[in-house]
């Protein structure tokens, strides 16, 4: 088991090496590049290769349009601030501080696999193979979520554009992509499940809140279901779909808020339960407080 865990790149270690931080290094800003490059080309051009429909991604989006399209201008300033976000947690790769080093290369295997597969996803997205791309969505997701649940205790600098910021997306990329890859997307069946499944953001996100006390993720995920809502209110103003997602978004906003303020202030979040229960969580919580 000591073998395996010192080959793994997942496994979690308090402190790494000189190559393997080299490594790191080279491979988290590699990787970053790629997914960056990959996503702004073809948000503005389609690819010119294969036998199946092609398009941009917006193209994708609009054209296949279902209970989960979402606007492209709202999304795009979400992937702009975030890729922006990452690039200032890979500069701590390259601090003077062996803490912010260590505390980066702790979730940089993960982040490396997110870039990867979202690299794939997005090549295979613009090609119209949704049922692959779902798949790998499937897999970021169960990747990030590892990422979370083993990595939640880290400063804003690396939770957000590594761990919250990309599973926030993921989350609602699988049900964008998946109503895209279901055959009648835009039909009144599947919109009523539409109708039903939009509410999973709302207590994806309240999970996150209450039990991690993470107002990234509910900020996050309030963005998105802001795209939500403007994309649907702009292609069918009588309709549920734009009503519940700017519902989920002021829900999610609002409690938001009440995280994020008294974190901001150095104070105790509103709800807890005991005195011990409450130190535990402080610990636990990845936003009180930067170290």
């Given at each position: 088991?000591?073998?395996?865990?010192?080959?793994?790149?997942?496994?979690?270690?308090?402190?790494?090496?000189?190559?393997?931080?080299?490594?790191?290094?080279?491979?988290?800003?590699?990787?970053w590049?790629?997914?960056?490059?990959?996503?702004?080309?073809?948000?503005?051009?389609?690819?010119?290769?294969?036998?199946?429909?092609?398009?941009?991604?917006?193209?994708?989006?609009?054209?296949?349009?279902?209970?989960?399209?979402?606007?492209?201008?709202?999304?795009?300033?979400?992937?702009?601030?975030?890729?922006?976000?990452?690039?200032?947690?890979?500069?701590?790769?390259?601090?003077?501080?062996?803490?912010?080093?260590?505390?980066?290369?702790?979730?940089?295997?993960?982040?490396?696999a997110n870039?990867?597969?979202?690299?794939?996803?997005?090549?295979?997205?613009?090609?119209?193979?949704?049922v692959?791309?779902?798949?790998?969505?499937?897999?970021?997701?169960?990747?990030?979520?590892?990422?979370?649940?083993?990595?939640?205790?880290?400063?804003?600098?690396?939770?957000?554009?590594?761990?919250?910021?990309?599973?926030?997306?993921?989350?609602?990329?699988?049900?964008?992509n998946?109503?895209?890859?279901?055959?009648?997307?835009?039909?009144?069946?599947?919109?009523?499940?539409?109708?039903?499944?939009?509410?999973?953001?709302?207590?994806?996100?309240?999970?996150?809140?209450?039990?991690?006390?993470?107002?990234?993720?509910?900020?996050?995920?309030?963005?998105?279901?802001?795209?939500?809502?403007v994309?649907?209110?702009?292609?069918?103003?009588?309709?549920?779909?734009?009503?519940?997602?700017?519902?989920?978004?002021?829900?999610l906003?609002?409690?938001?808020?009440?995280?994020?303020?008294?974190?901001?202030?150095?104070?105790?979040?509103?709800?807890?339960?005991?005195?011990?229960?409450?130190?535990?969580?402080?610990e636990?919580?990845?936003?009180?407080?930067?170290?």
């Open positions: 088991m000591d073998r395996f865990h010192q080959i793994n790149p997942f496994a979690k270690r308090e402190s790494h090496s000189a190559n393997s931080i080299i490594w790191y290094k080279v491979l988290t800003l590699a990787s590049l790629l997914s960056v490059v990959v996503t702004v080309y073809y948000a503005i051009e389609p690819p010119h290769d294969g036998k199946y429909h092609r398009g941009t991604i917006w193209h994708q989006n609009y054209l296949h349009y279902s209970g989960f399209t979402l606007n492209s201008v709202i999304t795009s300033i979400y992937w702009i601030v975030l890729f922006i976000l990452q690039l200032g947690y890979i500069s701590h790769l390259f601090s003077s501080k062996a803490e912010s080093v260590n505390a980066a290369c702790a979730v940089g295997s993960h982040f490396i870039n990867l597969l979202h690299f794939g996803f997005v090549m295979l997205f613009v090609r119209s193979h949704f692959w791309a779902e798949i790998l969505l499937i897999l970021n997701f169960a990747n990030l979520s590892s990422l979370y649940f083993r990595h939640n205790a880290y400063p804003r600098f690396i939770h957000l554009p590594a761990v919250s910021g990309p599973l926030a997306w993921t989350f609602v990329a699988i049900y964008w998946g109503a895209i890859m279901v055959p009648h997307q835009g039909g009144l069946v599947a919109r009523i499940f539409a109708n039903i499944f939009v509410w999973s953001i709302l207590g994806y996100g309240m999970f996150f809140i209450i039990l991690y006390k993470d107002y990234t993720m509910g900020f996050a995920l309030s963005v998105l279901a802001a795209s939500l809502g994309a649907q209110f702009f292609r069918q103003v009588i309709a549920f779909q734009w009503i519940f997602a700017f519902t989920i978004m002021a829900v906003f609002v409690f938001t808020a009440i995280v994020a303020v008294p974190a901001w202030a150095g104070r105790e979040v509103p709800w807890g339960g005991t005195a011990e229960r409450r130190q535990v969580d402080a636990r919580a990845p936003l009180l407080a930067d170290n």
